[in-house]
């Protein structure tokens, strides 16, 4: 390499006293390369002032080096179109893409577009990361265009028997049983649940699922009439308390199948006069900040958010790369505060 010559990679790789190809793979994140092998060659480059062509890189891989993350918005009546718990999970995929050596386009999506034929078809980006889905009855027809189609994508969700794409997601059941097994253990005996928990929200029915049988194991019964439906936000969480208020039933805890719900409930609560712990106990699910912020602080189960992230980005790019992937599920954890 002359003085003013720019250094490639065939340098980096005499250098290093491996292949060129090696290189390439160290530079991009690679597993299949060793940690010493690659905390080598990224010393060499620093060194050299090495500078990854990323264009001509793409070109020969014939990759845009790029994934997509599409959110897919709520039907939230004030306006607000993501799920705080998502923002949480963002970071990490965001700081999982740079270690990655992968760029990340994000869009905002309605259920009802087109975009299962869009992002991969026209090059924009090599696989998609899908969070957020709504009624998931209207949208498995969309999961199973895309793997009609070949595309490359995996979902945060509910798994499954019979589920559509790989998905990484929460074992929501788990979840629920643990939070109704703690309310039992504070000596609570009427739970209600706020949440949809039909066949359109999955995973908010494995939450349900999970407390009924905790109460079964207890010997409990359980009643319709403390079933509310609620979406994912505040104001849901709040008129399904004032539903649960108004039906007269007898109740001493309510679990939330979020933590958005569950600080709506709170609210419609304390302007009923009752009290939290003391009279109501209420856990929520996802352990989103605002739950640590409420008033008494928000017990919750806590999905953990980094690990997905994680894992949402190193599952798509072993897709891509035709590797074996699995479907899988992370465990939740109880997070125990004032308002139990």
């Not at 990224?42 to 890189?57: M, P």
């Not at 419609?268 to 856990?283: H, K, N, Q, W, Y």
Request: charged share 25%; proline share 4%.
């Amino acid at each position: 390499m002359g003085v003013t010559d720019k250094p490639t990679s065939f340098d980096i790789a005499a250098l290093a006293g491996v292949s060129q190809p090696t290189v390439s793979r160290a530079l991009r994140g690679d597993k299949t390369v060793s940690e010493a092998t690659r905390l080598r060659i990224e010393a060499i480059a620093t060194q050299l002032n090495y500078k990854v062509d990323k264009n001509a890189s793409s070109l020969r891989r014939g990759s845009s080096n790029t994934l997509a993350l599409l959110f897919f918005e709520d039907q939230a009546p004030d306006g607000s179109a993501i799920n705080p718990f998502f923002l949480s999970m963002l970071g990490s995929i965001l700081h999982t893409c740079a270690a990655r050596k992968y760029d990340l386009l994000t869009s905002f999506q309605q259920l009802s577009a087109d975009w299962h034929v869009d992002f991969e078809d026209s090059r924009k980006a090599d696989g998609i990361i899908l969070l957020g889905y709504g009624d998931y009855e209207k949208y498995r027809g969309r999961l199973e265009q895309l793997e009609r189609q070949g595309t490359h994508f995996v979902r945060w969700g509910s798994v499954e028997p019979g589920g559509r794409g790989t998905t990484i997601g929460c074992d929501n059941f788990s979840g629920g049983r643990d939070a109704g097994q703690h309310l039992i253990e504070r000596g609570r005996r009427r739970i209600a649940f706020l949440g949809d928990a039909t066949d359109h929200y999955p995973e908010f029915r494995a939450r349900y699922q999970g407390c009924v049988a905790a109460q079964r194991e207890h010997g409990l019964k359980t009643d319709a009439a403390l079933v509310i439906d609620a979406l994912s936000v505040e104001d849901d969480g709040y008129a399904a308390a004032q539903v649960l208020l108004a039906r007269g039933v007898a109740f001493d805890a309510i679990f939330a199948a979020s933590d958005m719900i569950a600080i709506g409930a709170m609210r419609a609560l304390e302007e009923a006069g009752l009290r939290v712990p003391e009279d109501v106990s209420i856990v929520g699910f996802d352990d989103i900040p605002a739950a640590g912020l409420s008033h008494p602080p928000l017990t919750t189960i806590a999905q953990d958010y980094r690990r997905a992230g994680e894992m949402l980005v190193d599952t798509l790019i072993r897709q891509i790369a035709a590797k074996p992937t699995d479907t899988t599920l992370l465990a939740p954890k109880l997070v125990v505060r004032r308002t139990t």
